[in-house]
């Protein structure tokens, strides 16, 4: 508030300052502040609605005290009606407020005395001298500023009244229970005749919206008159730039728009067009990211990941840029109505939020947006990003200072009294469980070890192990996932599994839409999160290993996979010392990421888990087998048996498994490369592995990476190129690459550019690049080998998985649809076609019919609406026969309705067409089938 104002300015109302006490925002002092000081009145301060020259040279408004209790204060924090109401509203321009005293409506004046008492069930504001109240259940009038009756006419409903002296008023008929809305006068005389169903008030427009059936709305004057007959689905009342919003038909795919007081469409927008227009400018997408002038022109300015609406107390907008490069970062700052943006300075963090992380919004009067500072204090920054007010924070108190640093106020004494956490860029430890900081990975990460190990010598022992309720997730059915498990040797196995969620960044459903910036910031912090616990575990023990060999539950897996083997502090029973994975347990950092509906979430695991051979050595103890022992007379046997039947090797011994047995076996079968020991695994099996969909490539260790693994990595999808490393990707690679996308050159290096598109044209066919079929090929045998072929490469992924899906029910259908018979047909035409092909008739016959029923149903409810519940419920009755009238009704009706029509001609053809037609057809393939049909 700048303190050396001309004094030839109009005087500027007090400013308000709304100050959160604690870290929740809940119930904020709100602080009266004028140049170099600041009050509060004795009973606090709730709300102030705004302040009103109250003609002496003072201000007043209507104001909630701490007590939830109304009254009217002035600009010094003097109460002049003291706050004992119910309510109060604020002044109108003819000086006069609305209270609630007792449930019943009076009102007072700018000096706080009561002109009108409160004798009213409730009312409207005062405009020009007349106003509208309610005098009893559903009956309203006209009353004059002396609170006498301006008319003995009482109405339904009687809204504000208008710049042009016109009030919308509602006429009901009792008998048919139908409302109907006019317009009337300060007499109560009906200037408009009530023959809306629906209406808008006037306002301060000289048009208005209007519609006669509640369906298609128009623009009328003040005498009635169409100056836009009726077309549009909806019309909002005209806003203060004289503009009203409106929605196209089918608005999803046409949007919505705003039109000037002469139906004139000035501003076309989208779908997500906002209703909210304010300074001449409205947002034209769901985040603020894109907004229109009301000339319907875009703004100009800065590209943008955020913007809040603009703010009839500031002028401007909260808004956040967008980042223009992989290492640049988005900036905060106002946007104002000329596109010129004001960035905050730079020690200021983000915009305040209330509890709900929602923006807060400006207070009356108030051309100031409060924004959290980076060493966690508050200040309150003006349209040019000058900063105007400062709230300090002592744990105790707080204090609000003036540019200077000049105190203004300081709150009582209380508890926690600290401005609110960041929700934009809240700290990584806010979304940690069960840590207070990233340090903590490593103590937790040795007590899951040591509780794994405990409960792993319990399995040995025979004990019944109890579910680790801790670590249990929970299904979207509110289920354990080790409830659906059927096998109690399985359920006692995966109960040997601890894990812990160390970490959750959540997005709301409301909160996914406009910042949808949000989810890349919270992917990326769980990722930095991730790559410093990685970091610590290291350190503490050892390289991070993707490919663990632990026998944890299918359903404790994740992205980002990475594991470290650790030892077990004492062997199990039967250990003979020839295995050392049978003395290894795993310790897993996984993430998770998920979305439900319109939610989503990313969340950090940690899990210690048993190796698949310490698991299988516990579990031969509890059930006192003998340790399998080698035979090597029987070793040229299982090498024949290996070759002939590949999938035995799944049934040896882990321990007795050696590379021979692992090569006869892949020789025959690769699929059985699931079966081999991870100590067996070499760079070609790992290929072998990936070829197969049992490894997905973040799962290689770096060290059995190989050019064959990269080439199958590479053939799923050319952009996969950037995730393979720079040091593999040879020419081979890159070829392959570029034959499945060309936009992999990025990432090809400029070095073998040029011979990476010679490999690529030498490469041979690929039969899964065979293209579709052509017109008048077989799309049943292309669908036959898609589906043959999508099954050969697995479905490892959920992509795999859907499109293997999608190409065996497109094989299904099409095959069922398109199965003829090869009797010859004993009908004619369409008839004798549709006999041949009786699946094909049956689905169409249900498509139809399912069509002509939805269709009658809207022809019927257009009946209704238009003629009354008689003819629409005679219309649902004689379907086909009142589609014959409707049709050419709906097509000769001003205005026409095409939809409906098509609509009541489908029926038609239907009923008069269709059923014939394919009873005939049933009747035939019934008779050549030697069926008795049913009559």
């Known amino acids: 508030m700048n303190e050396d104002s001309d004094i030839t300015t109009e005087p500027a109302p007090p400013w308000l300052a709304s100050i959160p006490l604690e870290p929740s925002c809940q119930s904020p002092a709100l602080v009266i502040v004028h140049p170099g000081r600041a009050v509060v009145p004795p009973e606090g301060l709730k709300a102030v609605l705004r302040f009103n020259a109250d003609g002496r040279g003072g201000w007043v408004s209507a104001a909630q005290a701490d007590n939830s209790l109304w009254g009217y204060i002035d600009g010094e924090g003097c109460w002049r009606v003291p706050p004992t109401l119910q309510n109060a509203r604020n002044f109108s321009e003819d000086g006069l407020a609305r209270f609630c005293d007792g449930g019943r409506w009076g009102f007072v004046d700018l000096a706080g005395a009561v002109v009108i008492p409160p004798t009213f069930d409730n009312a409207h504001p005062f405009r020009n001298g007349v106003s509208a109240v309610q005098v009893g259940q559903d009956a309203w009038r006209p009353i004059d500023r002396q609170g006498q009756p301006t008319s003995d006419e009482v109405f339904h409903e009687l809204g504000l009244f208008g710049a042009n002296g016109l009030a919308r008023a509602t006429l009901w008929k009792k008998d048919s229970n139908q409302h109907t809305q006019g317009f009337v006068d300060r007499a109560g005389h009906w200037v408009i005749d009530p023959r809306f169903r629906d209406a808008k008030p006037f306002g301060e427009s000289p048009t208005t919206a209007a519609s006669l059936d509640g369906e298609r709305y128009g623009l009328i004057n003040a005498r009635g008159d169409w100056v836009l007959k009726p077309h549009y689905p909806s019309i909002d009342a005209f806003n203060s730039d004289g503009l009203a919003y409106f929605d196209e038909p089918n608005a999803w795919d046409n949007g919505h728009g705003y039109l000037d007081a002469r139906g004139k469409v000035v501003v076309k927008g989208g779908r997500h067009l906002s209703r909210r227009m304010v300074c001449g400018v409205v947002a034209n997408s769901y985040d603020g990211t894109v907004f229109l002038t009301a000339e319907g022109k875009p703004l100009p300015g800065p590209r943008l990941s955020y913007g809040s609406d603009f703010s009839a107390e500031s002028g401007f907008a909260v808004v956040r840029t967008a980042a223009q490069g992989p290492s640049a970062c988005a900036t905060w700052g106002l946007l104002h109505p000329d596109g010129r943006f004001v960035p905050a300075p730079a020690h200021l963090l983000e915009p305040l939020t209330n509890g709900d992380g929602w923006l807060v919004g400006n207070t009356p009067d108030t051309a100031l947006v409060p924004f959290l500072t980076r060493d966690g204090q508050l200040a309150y920054i003006d349209g040019e990003g000058v900063v105007i007010w400062r709230a300090h924070y002592d744990g105790q108190q707080v204090a609000l200072l003036g540019a200077e640093g000049a105190p203004l106020w300081r709150s009582g004494v209380r508890e926690n009294c600290w401005p609110p956490r960041p929700f934009f860029h809240a700290p990584l430890t806010d979304h940690l469980e069960g840590l207070d900081t990233l340090d ?462 098509l609509a009541a001609t489908l029926v038609v053809v239907y009923v008069f067409g269709w059923r014939r037609l394919y009873r005939r057809v049933g009747l035939a393939y019934a008779a050549r089938e030697g069926i008795t049909p049913v009559e």
Not at 587 to 614: I, K, N, R
Not at 830 to 846: D, I, K, S, Y
Request: net charge negative.
């Open 440 to 901: 903590g990975i490593v103590p937790l990460a040795s007590r899951l070890l040591a509780q794994a190990e405990t409960r792993l010598h319990q399995l040995a022992a025979g004990d019944m192990l109890q579910a680790d309720r801790a670590g249990t997730e929970k299904d979207d059915d509110g289920t354990d996932d080790e409830e659906d498990a059927d096998d109690p040797d399985q359920v006692q196995a995966d109960r040997t599994v601890v894990v812990r969620r160390v970490m959750r960044a959540y997005l709301s459903e409301s909160h996914n839409g406009p910042y949808e910036f949000l989810s890349a910031d919270l992917h990326r912090a769980v990722n930095e999160a991730r790559e410093a616990m990685v970091q610590r575990l290291s350190a503490r023990f050892g390289p991070a290993d993707p490919d663990p060999e632990h026998a944890a539950p299918w359903h404790r897996s994740g992205d980002h996979t990475q594991a470290w083997a650790s030892p077990l502090a004492r062997p199990l029973p039967g250990d003979g010392g020839v295995l050392r994975e049978s003395r290894e347990q795993w310790l897993t950092l996984y993430q998770h990421a998920d979305s439900g509906d319109g939610d989503a979430w990313w969340e950090l695991w940690l899990m210690a888990a048993p190796s698949v051979d310490a698991l299988q050595l516990a579990q031969r103890a509890r059930s006192a087998q003998p340790a399998p022992q080698a035979q090597a007379a029987d070793e040229t046997t299982l090498m024949a048996q290996l070759q002939s039947h590949p999938r035995t090797l799944a049934d040896v011994p882990r321990e007795h498994i050696t590379h021979a047995m692992v090569d006869a076996a892949l020789a025959t079968d690769e699929d059985t490369v699931r079966f081999v020991p991870r100590r067996l695994m070499t760079p070609a099996r790992y290929a072998t592995a990936l070829r197969q969909g049992v490894k997905s490539f973040a799962q290689i260790p770096a060290g059995m990476l190989s050019e064959d693994a990269c080439i199958a990595h590479v053939q799923d999808g050319g952009w996969r190129l950037e995730q393979v490393p720079e040091t593999l990707r040879t020419v081979a690679v890159c070829a392959h690459a570029l034959r499945r996308s060309p936009s992999a050159l990025e990432h090809v290096p400029e070095s073998l550019r040029a011979q990476a598109r010679e490999a690529m044209a030498q490469l041979p066919p690929d039969a899964q690049e065979e293209d579709p079929p052509r017109a008048g090929g077989d799309l049943g045998d292309w669908l036959s080998r898609r589906v043959v072929g999508s099954a050969l490469r697995g479905q490892d992924t959920t992509a795999r998985r859907l499109q293997h899906k999608g190409f065996l029910a497109a094989f299904v259908m099409q095959a069922a649809l398109t199965a003829k018979s090869d009797t010859p047909p004993t009908l004619r035409g369409m008839a004798g076609w549709f006999e041949q092909r009786p699946v094909l008739a049956l689905a169409a016959h249900l498509l139809l019919g399912l069509a002509a029923l939805v269709g009658h149903a809207f022809v019927s409810v257009a009946a209704w609406r238009a003629e009354g519940p008689w003819i629409g419920l005679g219309t649902f009755a004689l379907m086909g026969f009142a589609e014959l009238y409707w049709a050419w009704r709906f097509v000769a009706s001003s205005p026409w309705s095409p939809w409906l029509a």
